[in-house]
């Protein structure tokens, strides 16, 4: 009785706090990676704090992916995901990034927002390989259809991984 008590306190402080943050998003229709709650919609609310940010992200660009590369190899998915993490809120237009992310968060189980960077991935560079790990994501998100739409333009386009998919 107390533990219920003292839970009902507390989501009601809770509740009140983020009542006073006024919280309203923008755009949450907008690209797929707004897909953090937490995250502030407004795509740059610090246009120079954004700029820094993105020219720090230039400067380590390739150390940092090749470092998310390497962590990928031993299946380090987590670490992977630390590493990148930071710089996604600058959306940076890099589809390596978004693959390597993606993958981080494919493996991890996180089949929604792998696919969001996958589908950004791919819109910015037409790797057929993509085309596969959308396909799973739709698969292991339960649609199937769009699944098998994505394993068909891979076949087509010669992966062989979706080949075999729409073979079994």
Request: proline residues 3%.
């Amino acid at each position: 009785m107390k533990w219920l008590l003292l839970s009902a306190v507390f989501f009601i402080c809770c509740q009140r706090a983020l009542a006073q943050q006024n919280f309203a998003p923008t755009n949450l229709g907008g690209p797929a990676m707004k897909y953090q709650g937490l995250r502030d919609t407004d795509l740059s609310p610090n246009a120079e704090l954004r700029e820094k940010g993105l020219k720090e992200w230039r400067a380590k660009r390739d150390t940092t992916l090749a470092k998310a590369k390497k962590l990928l190899d031993e299946k380090n998915y987590v670490a992977v995901n630390q590493l990148l993490f930071p710089y996604d809120y600058l959306e940076p237009e890099d589809a390596l990034f978004y693959e390597y992310l993606g993958k981080s968060y494919f493996y991890s189980g996180l089949h929604q927002v792998s696919l969001d960077c996958f589908l950004i991935s791919y819109e910015q560079k037409k790797q057929t390989e993509l085309l596969y790990f959308i396909g799973q994501c739709h698969e292991k998100l339960g649609n199937e259809k769009e699944a098998t739409k994505f394993y068909k333009k891979g076949a087509k386009e010669g992966d062989a991984a979706c080949k075999s998919k729409l073979d079994q």
